[in-house]
């Protein structure tokens, strides 16, 4: 497959109505304002002179505010802007981000003939009740609405879903997953909440009305949603803001679990259990080993290895090993995990994603414990 490029033009608060609970845009996506026309070509011709490839992979993205709620005029300002390389074949489409509550048929009319491809949803969660908490000016059904009128256009559909909203907890995460699974999103984005200076969020935090998750329970719920999303064949494109330098100039974040390779952390933990699997399922027709391999593919070895070797130290300790390796095996796919005894140079027993979310459907997962993170 080639790579996939976004070209991102970001549009701070523009448009919203609302002022969410946990919202400072200025602070997560940028403080220079609107950006013209002008430097928007300027951007998108600076990044395409970086891009070895071919158009047909780049997609130019205007995330940070709600697209369709900017003023009409704005939006056509922008969309024109990029037509010239949609029709040159330099950009192969368009994605934008907005609200559940702003699409309907004369706005998706209006995208479609602009050559916009992509529409993410900031959805946040199914629940009306941490919806409500969080300030959000739209219900459960707005979502359901939106989405699929979003698909019966032939959109290809995003679906953005916070964890650590006030009044959220596990069980609404996983409802919320479900529920978005229902609504067979092309994509998925999961993103813990940060206490982001300047936020109402941030007044609750100190008055002690809040309480965020900690980077474990972040980590942990976030690993079950990916897994669900993964069962389903939804790609989850992202897990965690990203760290630009905005997010993280000192003082703007106050409180979070934040990690500047979240998603990373997330994967890590995916691979440890699932070899956690592959060791238990040898053992359960074989003798114990002291000496194992395991085997993946070579895209896939900082997540088995885990943050500072924490895998294969869990591992090792929690099945009584004396030594484990890490191999790769070029004929492997993406996500499998393999195993081998001894010096064998072939492995003697494979588990591919899909096998270990079926294992692992009717029993617990194996216990883990996630180990303390250095933030940076």
């Not at 390779?261 to 114990?288: H, T, W």
């Not at 095996?329 to 499998?336: F, G, I, L, S």
Request: glycine fraction near 6%.
């Amino acid at each position: 497959m080639k790579p996939h490029y976004n070209i991102p033009v970001f549009i701070p608060h523009l448009g919203c109505p609302f002022q969410c609970i946990f919202c400072n845009q200025n602070k997560i996506a940028s403080n220079r304002g609107i950006p013209a026309r002008a430097e928007l070509i300027t951007s998108i011709n600076e990044h395409l002179d970086t891009i070895r490839t071919s158009g047909d992979n780049i997609e130019l993205a205007f995330f940070g505010g709600s697209f369709t709620a900017i003023d009409r005029k704005l939006q056509e300002e922008y969309l024109s802007a990029v037509q010239p390389y949609l029709k040159s074949g330099q950009i192969s489409s368009i994605r934008i981000s907005t609200r559940p509550d702003y699409i309907d048929n004369n706005i998706l009319q209006f995208l479609l003939s602009y050559g916009v491809k992509t529409i993410e949803l900031g959805v946040q969660s199914f629940s009306d009740e941490v919806l409500k908490a969080s300030c959000r000016g739209y219900s459960c059904s707005d979502v359901f609405k939106a989405s699929r009128l979003i698909k019966s256009f032939g959109f290809k559909l995003g679906i953005q879903l916070m964890i650590g909203l006030p009044g959220d907890n596990h069980a609404f995460d996983m409802e919320s997953t479900r529920q978005a699974i229902t609504l067979a999103p092309d994509m998925a984005r999961i993103y813990p909440t940060l206490v982001i200076a300047g936020t109402a969020l941030h007044r609750l935090f100190e008055r002690q009305k809040y309480k965020p998750l900690d980077l474990s329970e972040a980590v942990t719920t976030c690993k079950e949603m990916f897994l669900q999303f993964q069962q389903h064949d939804i790609a989850v494109i992202r897990m965690g803001l990203h760290p630009g330098e905005e997010l993280l100039s000192p003082g703007n974040i106050i409180a979070g679990p934040f990690h500047p390779a979240f998603g990373e952390l997330v994967e890590q933990e995916v691979f440890k259990e699932q070899a956690c699997r592959v060791i238990a399922k040898y053992n359960e027709d074989n003798e114990s080993s002291g000496q194992l391999i395991l085997f993946v593919h070579k895209q896939d070895m900082s997540k088995m290895i885990g943050h500072q070797k924490n895998n294969l130290l869990y591992l090792k300790n929690q099945c009584q090993l004396r030594d484990i390796k890490i191999k790769t095996n070029p004929v492997y796919e993406r996500d499998t995990v393999g195993l081998a005894v001894g010096n064998e140079s072939e492995p003697l027993f494979t588990l591919t994603r899909k096998e270990f979310i079926e294992l692992r459907k009717g029993n617990q997962a194996c216990p883990t414990h996630l180990p303390e993170f250095s933030f940076f």
